[in-house]
């Protein structure tokens, strides 16, 4: 099992309401049309993610993304793909759908931005709020 941790924050115009992605960005604003952002400021994109990750992840393994609000927490699985290149340095996305392109960190998602717990949603509506977010890679 490998892990990586990223750190970010709320923002007031997190929406959580994308259908079928969810993303995290290292950029420190978010405009009201970012519905898919569920963080912003984040200490990694997707280049920067370690090397034991993306073999694991363009190897094609089970993804768990764990996403961390104090006390309140939400799962969703995904899968890697061959096709992943890591080479985005701002941002990443969990797509529910097999599109891939140099954002994409997973795909085949059981969630998306609008399946995430609203009581979740709602503690990162706060731009103090820190959300830890764990890629846990491999045997699920």
Do not use: W
Request: charged share 35%; hydrophobic share 35%; aromatic share 2%.
């Amino acid at each position: 099992m490998i892990k990586e941790t990223i750190i970010c924050y709320g923002h007031k115009n997190v929406k959580a309401t994308h259908r079928s992605t969810l993303e995290i960005t290292k950029e420190d604003y978010l405009t009201p049309r970012g519905d898919c952002i569920i963080c912003i400021k984040a200490n990694k994109g997707l280049k920067e993610l370690s090397d034991e990750i993306k073999e694991a992840l363009k190897s094609g393994k089970k993804v768990k993304i764990r996403i961390t609000a104090d006390d309140i927490v939400d799962e969703l699985e995904a899968v890697g793909d061959e096709r992943l290149t890591f080479e985005n340095e701002i941002s990443m996305v969990i797509r529910k759908s097999e599109y891939v392109d140099g954002r994409t960190l997973a795909i085949r998602a059981n969630k998306a931005a609008r399946d995430i717990k609203r009581e979740l949603v709602e503690k990162l509506k706060n731009p103090e709020q820190m959300v830890v977010v764990e890629i846990i890679a491999g045997e699920l």
